[in-house]
């Protein structure tokens, strides 16, 4: 099982930028995917999570309304689109996987990508 994500770099405030987590390695039908971000110095913290199967989504309060997740079951990837960046988005984004219902808890997550850099500049 892995986990790639991809998509990261550096962006102005209030600018955009896609993020990809590509999935190999088995059927993850029964998944909930998600995306969490840690910033220097902080804990990880949820961004959004969807199930594989349906459209259910869930998002942090502190970026709902600016970040959409969505996935492409043909591609197996998941999509983190990120609108009006803030400084405070800054941080190493990271997909992770977990089997069964939805959950913003990172202990939770069973696989793991390796992370993608987000800055965003004022």
């Known amino acids: 099982v892995q986990l790639q994500a991809s998509g990261g770099g550096l962006v102005q405030a209030g600018g955009s930028l896609r993020l990809s987590c590509a999935v190999s390695?088995?059927?993850?039908?029964?998944?909930?995917m998600g995306w969490f971000r840690q910033a220097p110095g902080k804990e990880r913290e949820f961004v959004a999570a969807?199930?594989?199967?349906?459209?259910?989504?869930s998002y942090a309060d502190s970026t709902k309304g600016r970040f959409t997740i969505f996935r492409d079951n043909g591609k197996n990837t998941v999509y983190l689109e990120m609108s009006s960046l803030k400084p405070e988005d800054t941080a190493v984004y990271y997909c992770?996987?977990?089997?069964?219902?939805?959950?913003?808890?990172?202990?939770?997550?069973?696989?793991w990508g390796q992370g993608t850099l987000v800055t965003v500049s004022s």
């Open positions: 969807i199930t594989w199967i349906g459209y259910s989504t």
């Open positions: 390695g088995r059927t993850f039908s029964s998944y909930v």
């Open positions: 992770a996987a977990r089997r069964g219902t939805m959950s913003q808890f990172y202990h939770e997550y069973d696989y």
